[in-house]
């Protein structure tokens, strides 16, 4: 059987954004001390992303270099 794609438990949501996109996958198992702790979907980064204050264009521009 194939290994499911996890994130860690002290990943960023930045990071798990980034491998949900690069895998075009919509949520992730979140793992710690090889227990599963979790599992982060895109609901829960778009509910940060419109929790938190917007970026600036320049902020924005860096992260996605």
Known sequence: TREPLTISAHATIREAAKMMLQHK?????????GKLVGIIT????????????EPSAEEFEKASA
């Open 42 to 53: 895109e609901s829960d980064i778009f509910r940060v992303m419109a929790q938190n204050p």
């Open 25 to 33: 996958i919509g949520g992730l198992p979140v793992m710690e001390d």
